[in-house]
C-alpha cells in the first residue's frame, strides 16, 4: 500500500484556513479531493458509511498546529484519525511547528538545571556572560564556553526522539497520526504523510550547532523566538522546519 500520496488540482476557492479542510472531508461523496486524501490514508471508499469531521478545540501541541479529527464509519467499526494539517503559501520556507517558555519545556523534558541556565542564556532570560556578543540581549550558542556548546548539544542528542516526537506528533488522545500539507501557490498541491515518516525525515542527520550560532535537530532548526518588539514574549524557544520538504519523500 502506498501511503505516500500527492496531488494537484486547479483551486476553486481555496483554503483559507483549517475549516475549508474540515469541509472537504465531510463533502467526501462529492469531493475528488477528499477521496483522494482517504484513498492515500488506506481506506478503500467502497467501505466507507459516513466521515465525519471537525477542528479540534484547544490547543494540544503549538500553538498554531491545528489537528483535524476524523471518524470514520466502515462496515464494522468506527476508525478515528488525527491529522496535522499545515497551510503553505510559499514556494518553500521554514514554518513554526512549536513555541513555548523554557520552563514549559524544562517539565516537559526533565532538562536539568545546568543545560537548563545555558538555553536561559541562548533565549535571553539571562544576559550574556561574555562581552562582545552579537545581541547584547542573548548569547548565540556558538558565542558560548566550549563546555556549555558540548552539553547543550549531548542533551539534545539524548534527548532527540523526544523533543522531535512532542514538537511534531504530540501526547495523549489528540496526537498527531497524519500530516497534510497544502501549497496554495498556483495549482493547489497537497502531500499527506503518517507522522512516524514526518518525525524520521525530520530528525534525520543528528543534532549540530549552525553558522549562525543556532542548533539543528535534523531538518529541524531550533531558535530564540525574537521579534514582538521586545516583549517578552521574544524569549521564548521555537522550533521551525520547513513542511515543503515532505513534496520531495
Not at 84 to 89: F, N, P, R, Y
Not at 101 to 129: A, R, S
Request: some cysteine; hydrophobic content about 35%; glycine content about 6%.
Amino acid at each position: 500500500m502506498d501511503l505516500i500520496k500527492k496531488g494537484s488540482e486547479t483551486a476553486k476557492a481555496g483554503f483559507q484556513n483549517e475549516i475549508d479542510v474540515v469541509n472537504t472531508f465531510n463533502d467526501w461523496k462529492t469531493s475528488k479531493l477528499a477521496q483522494d486524501w482517504l484513498v492515500a490514508m488506506g481506506y478503500k471508499l467502497d467501505d466507507i458509511e459516513y466521515v465525519k469531521a471537525e477542528k479540534i478545540k484547544g490547543t494540544y501541541k503549538a500553538d498554531i498546529q491545528v489537528q483535524v479529527r476524523i471518524t470514520i464509519k466502515l462496515k464494522s467499526l468506527v476508525d478515528c484519525q488525527n491529522i496535522q494539517v499545515k497551510l503553505v503559501s510559499n514556494e518553500k520556507g521554514y514554518n513554526q511547528v512549536d513555541k513555548r517558555w523554557l520552563k514549559n519545556y524544562k517539565e516537559m523534558w526533565d532538562i536539568p538545571d545546568d543545560v537548563y541556565k545555558i538555553l536561559q542564556h541562548y533565549t535571553g532570560e539571562l544576559p550574556p556572560y561574555t562581552k562582545n556578543t552579537k545581541d547584547k540581549r542573548r548569547m548565540f550558542v556558538n558565542e558560548m564556553t566550549d563546555i556549555d556548546q558540548h552539553k547543550l548539544v549531548w542533551w539534545v542528542s539524548e534527548n532527540q526522539y523526544l523533543i522531535v516526537s512532542d514538537i511534531l506528533k504530540g501526547r495523549g488522545k489528540f496526537s498527531a497520526e497524519w500530516v497534510l500539507v497544502i501549497q496554495k501557490v498556483g495549482l493547489l498541491k497537497w502531500v499527506l504523510k503518517p507522522i512516524n515518516v514526518v518525525m524520521n525525515y525530520y530528525s534525520k542527520g543528528g543534532v549540530s550547532i549552525t553558522p549562525s550560532g543556532n542548533i539543528k535537530i535534523g531538518r529541524i532548526t531550533i531558535q530564540r523566538k525574537g521579534g514582538d518588539n521586545g516583549r517578552p514574549t521574544a524569549n521564548m524557544l521555537q522550533f521551525k522546519l520547513d513542511p515543503t520538504e515532505l513534496f520531495l519523500i
